[in-house]
């Protein structure tokens, strides 16, 4: 069984897409197939060099670089969303593919969680 998962809330100031990520990497765990989609302002959590210790968090980037230790299948980004967000490869971390959320996509999955 595959599973998507949805990221669609900021890394910092909701605990939603951390408790998304968190879900993925319990399910990883245990040889479940899982991929994370960042769509709307989740696309932020794919950017380079964030500086979260002037809001006193510690920076997703790490959490997100473990995701091939867990056995997540893959990190994807909406194309769209990211282009919105100011987002391409250069400013992305490595090991993200570009995509197009929506019913083609989601499609190819068992099922869809949404984080928030």
């Known amino acids: 069984m595959s599973t998507l998962i949805v990221i669609d809330q900021p890394p910092y100031g909701t605990w939603a897409g951390r408790e998304a990520l968190d879900m993925a990497f319990s399910l990883a765990a245990f040889d479940q ?8 302002a989740g696309v932020n ?26 056995g997540i ?3 994807l980004a909406d194309d769209e969303a990211c282009k919105r967000y100011g987002l391409d490869e250069e400013t992305l971390m490595a090991g993200v593919t570009l995509t197009a959320a929506g ?14």
Do not use: C, H, M
């Not at 197939?33 to 769509?39: I, N, P, Y």
């Not at 959590?45 to 867990?70: D, G, Y």
């Not at 019913?103 to 928030?116: E, H, K, P, V």
């Open 33 to 40: 197939s899982v991929t994370l989609l960042f769509a709307g």
């Open 103 to 116: 019913d083609t996509l989601f499609r190819q999955y068992d099922q869809i969680a949404f984080a928030g």
């Open 73 to 75: 299948d893959g990190l």
């Open 45 to 70: 959590w794919l950017r380079k060099e964030q500086n979260a210790e002037s809001i006193q968090q510690k920076s997703v980037v790490k959490n997100l670089s473990a995701a091939p230790i867990f």
